[in-house]
């Protein structure tokens, strides 16, 4: 992008900055001049920081639970979480929300999600779940990952979660195409390209990378808003480029930075002007390391691209023990004890899950502290109490008992046919 292209006008930066500052404690926007902290605004709060010179590690595990949104999924559509996160954002924007609301509700609501899954607000409502209860859900969601968050960042994210924010149901068709465009994954020049399946879709990564910024921004002591946005638009070229990675954008040698110009300047331009002169200057500070908003961008970036590659490394390594053993597959319960008798009969004990059995260490846990909820059986006990045998065509069969007895040669498998087996219950 050229330098006219990312120029900040004066007081451009205020399209970033919503009335009263960014998180509570942060300088008030009307202090925005465009031009001081390299165009953002200048200096931040000095409550913004999160844990001054703690290392990165301490986020690097949020880091790695933000990525795995890009494969989670449910019936109501084929999108991860973090690509109709991505949708939902663009949406937003587009219909003119300020772009801080837009970052601090994104943020929130992938945070609530690192839990809950594709179980919003929506959905629990749908679910009988009273609004109040759904509010608590959420946040209990939120506040079992956002720990490592800086505190006011995290105070002011919190407030926001489960927050509806405007949307039309139809974006940008280069947001659309961004969601289509898988990424390239591993390649390097003059080496043969790594393929890596599912590749993950620009929106995903994008989306990471800008929930994954407003996160760092308290570590930096940056704006949350410019990140953001930079994290969305910073692959506006693949909108219109297939991905070939490091290995064939190279081979375009001259031609790759115009052609990647031209894209990113036809997709800012028919922006509504507000929300493009706020990204090209979210784009300019994304281009440095220099300042705390662009610390913020480019350790996301990098982070969310290794994350990754650990997903991959992860599931190539991934074991049954670790399954039964640290993540409790076979997890307490009513039905525990027979089913790890069932795993020793067929020879599926693994060696971890082996020995918490032989400890004693998971006992099965009583009815009563689940609810009355056989999470293996899937039906709760109030669907099934009251029930009689006599209210259930059929009963004597299942029993044995009274005139539906299956005869005896059915049920050995001798005669009856296929149907009788099926009537049966075989």
């Given amino acids: 992008m050229s330098a006219e292209q990312v120029r900040p006008a004066p007081g451009g930066m205020a399209a970033l900055a919503p009335a009263g500052g960014w998180w509570p404690?942060?300088?008030?926007?009307?202090?925005?001049?465009?031009?001081?902290?390299?165009?953002?605004?200048?200096?931040?709060?000095?409550?913004?920081?999160?844990?001054?010179?703690?290392?990165?590690?301490?986020?690097?595990?949020?880091?790695?639970?933000?990525?795995?949104?890009?494969?989670v999924r449910d019936a109501q559509s084929a999108?991860?979480?973090?690509?109709?996160?991505?949708?939902?954002?663009?949406?937003?924007?587009?219909?003119?929300t300020d772009v801080a609301d837009v970052a601090l509700s994104t943020t929130s609501d992938a945070l609530a999600a690192l839990r809950l899954g594709a179980m919003d607000s929506g959905v629990l409502s749908r679910l009988g779940v009273p609004a109040q209860a759904i509010g608590d859900i959420l946040v209990a969601s939120f506040d079992e990952v956002a720990g490592p968050v800086a505190p006011p960042l995290r105070a002011a994210l919190r407030e926001r979660v489960g927050e509806p924010i405007p949307t039309?149901?139809?974006?940008?068709?280069?947001?659309?195409?961004?969601?289509?465009?898988?990424?390239?994954?591993?390649?390097?020049?003059?080496?043969?390209?790594?393929?890596?399946?599912?590749?993950?879709?620009?929106?995903?990564?994008?989306?990471?990378?800008?929930?994954?910024?407003?996160?760092?921004?308290?570590?930096?002591?940056?704006?949350?808003?410019?990140?953001?946005?930079?994290?969305?638009?910073?692959?506006?070229?693949?909108?219109?480029?297939?991905?070939?990675?490091?290995?064939?954008?190279?081979?375009?040698?001259?031609?790759?930075?115009?052609?990647?110009?031209?894209?990113?300047?036809?997709?800012?331009?028919?922006?509504?002007?507000?929300?493009?002169?706020?990204?090209?200057?979210?784009?300019?500070?994304?281009?440095?390391?220099?300042?705390?908003?662009?610390?913020?961008?480019?350790?996301a970036d990098v982070i969310d691209r290794i994350m990754e590659m650990r997903h991959f490394a992860g599931v190539a390594s991934f074991t049954t023990d670790q399954a039964l053993g640290e993540m409790e597959l076979v997890h307490a319960g009513p039905l525990q004890r027979f089913h790890h008798g069932v795993m020793r009969e067929a020879g599926l004990m693994e060696a971890v899950a082996a020995q918490a059995y032989d400890d004693g260490a998971h006992e099965p846990a009583s009815a009563g502290n689940r609810g009355g909820f056989d999470v293996a059986d899937g039906v709760p006990d109030a669907v099934l109490g009251g029930i009689d045998e006599g209210d259930v065509p059929g009963a004597g069969v299942l029993s044995g008992a009274g005139a539906g007895a299956v005869p005896a040669p059915v049920m050995a498998g001798e005669g009856g046919g296929s149907g009788a087996r099926h009537r049966a219950g075989a």
């Fill in 168 to 299: 039309v149901g139809q974006v940008a068709e280069f947001v659309e195409a961004l969601i289509r465009q898988p990424r390239a994954g591993a390649t390097c020049p003059g080496k043969p390209r790594i393929v890596l399946e599912p590749a993950e879709g620009h929106g995903d990564h994008c989306l990471v990378v800008a929930v994954l910024g407003v996160v760092l921004a308290g570590h930096y002591g940056a704006r949350p808003a410019v990140p953001f946005l930079a994290g969305l638009a910073h692959h506006f070229h693949n909108a219109v480029m297939p991905d070939s990675g490091f290995a064939g954008e190279m081979l375009l040698g001259s031609y790759l930075v115009p052609a990647m110009e031209r894209v990113f300047a036809a997709t800012i331009d028919g922006l509504p002007p507000t929300l493009a002169e706020a990204t090209r200057l979210a784009m300019r500070a994304s281009r440095d390391a220099d300042t705390p908003e662009g610390r913020a961008f480019n350790a």
């Fill in 25 to 71: 404690g942060a300088e008030p926007a009307g202090g925005v001049s465009g031009t001081d902290h390299a165009g953002a605004g200048g200096p931040p709060d000095s409550t913004a920081a999160a844990r001054p010179g703690e290392p990165l590690h301490a986020l690097a595990g949020l880091a790695a639970e933000l990525a795995t949104l890009k494969r």
């Fill in 79 to 96: 999108d991860s979480m973090a690509t109709r996160l991505f949708r939902r954002a663009w949406e937003a924007l587009l219909l003119g």
